[in-house]
């Protein structure tokens, strides 16, 4: 169970590196940025996803 609270925040780390990349290449590569904010968008949406399913299951097992 600890691992996984690992890899919910580990999608958080991720996010803020594609975010870092896509300011980074702003200015010389729109196309790659774009893409960068895209993958970041969908690694904070996982976070949160998995952050949901790992309550609900919490939940079920204390029943």
Do not use: G, H
């Not at 690992?6 to 774009?34: C, G, K, M, P, T």
Request: net charge positive; aromatic share 22%; charged share 25%.
């Amino acid at each position: 169970m600890k691992i996984q609270k690992f890899f919910q925040y580990a999608y958080l780390a991720f996010a803020v590196l594609f975010i870092y990349e896509a300011v980074i290449n702003w200015n010389s590569d729109r196309n790659r940025a774009y893409m960068m904010l895209v993958i970041a968008a969908l690694a904070v949406f996982m976070f949160f996803f998995r952050m949901r399913f790992a309550k609900k299951m919490e939940d079920r097992n204390k029943r």
